[in-house]
């Protein structure tokens, strides 16, 4: 079955600018994480959303949001870039309904502000 | 203190080497997760343990939840398991979110 696709997988933009990534799970996953990866401050979680409902938020400024649509896909925008926001941002799937579930993780979207 | 500590940072060994990372965690948790990440990102997810002892080929992944520690274990290392290798929960208070360690660089040489 087809894995987690994240679109686009290079992105580079200018300070100020907004970026839109998105996030297609596997068919039957209804959870999607994205989370942000730094060489400074690792792994670290963004948000979760579950049938169209953010269910958790990590310790983002507003800058970040996100938005699942009925399909399940999920998107997550940064608007007014600075650079700090260039890293790798991942999402990771599962069946949703428990944390006990594994987790797929997509091959993230490296993103590079200037 | 980071909820999920891991060790050690760095490892660099020969190939055939019997290689363990630890990880110990402060926090309750549902599950642990063993996930591997290689140069360009990507993760695998290699274990989810809630008790116990799993093995899937070459690679064996232990918890002691009463200790709050788990141990990653390689045996018999090839060069293509070079990675970085990171500990991730779940906690029980914090559903569908995963903390993670900062992870485990192994270089194994031929």
């Known amino acids: 079955k087809a894995g987690v696709t994240q679109t686009p997988r290079y992105l580079i933009k200018t300070r100020g600018q907004q970026v839109t990534l998105s996030c297609s799970p596997i068919s039957g996953h209804r959870s999607v994480s994205w989370y942000q990866q730094t060489p400074g401050q690792g792994l670290q979680f963004l948000f979760e959303?579950?049938?169209?409902?953010?269910?958790n938020k990590g310790n983002f400024p507003g800058r970040f949001s996100g938005r699942q649509f009925s399909n399940s896909r999920s998107e997550m925008n940064v608007s007014t870039l600075e650079l700090g926001d260039s890293a790798l941002y991942l999402c990771?799937?599962?069946?949703?309904?428990?944390?006990?579930?594994?987790?797929?993780f997509g091959s993230g979207t490296r993103l590079t502000v200037v | 203190k980071n909820e999920v500590e891991q060790s050690p940072q760095n490892l660099t060994a020969q190939e055939g080497e019997f290689i363990t990372i630890n990880c110990s965690y402060s926090?309750?948790?549902?599950?642990l997760h063993w996930l591997q990440q290689h140069p360009g990102g990507g993760i695998v997810s290699l274990f989810m343990?809630?008790?116990g002892k799993k093995k899937h080929g070459r690679l064996i992944a232990t918890i002691n939840i009463q200790e709050k520690h788990s141990s990653l274990h390689i045996t018999a290392s090839h060069p293509r398991d070079s990675a970085v290798y990171i500990c991730a929960v779940s906690e029980v208070q914090g559903a569908q979110k995963l903390v993670f360690g900062q992870g485990t660089r192994l270089t194994i040489n031929p």
């Open positions: 990771a799937t599962n069946p949703g309904g428990s944390s006990n579930y594994g987790y797929t």
């Open positions: 926090v309750g948790i549902s599950a």
């Open positions: 343990l809630s008790s």
């Open positions: 959303y579950f049938s169209e409902t953010q269910r």
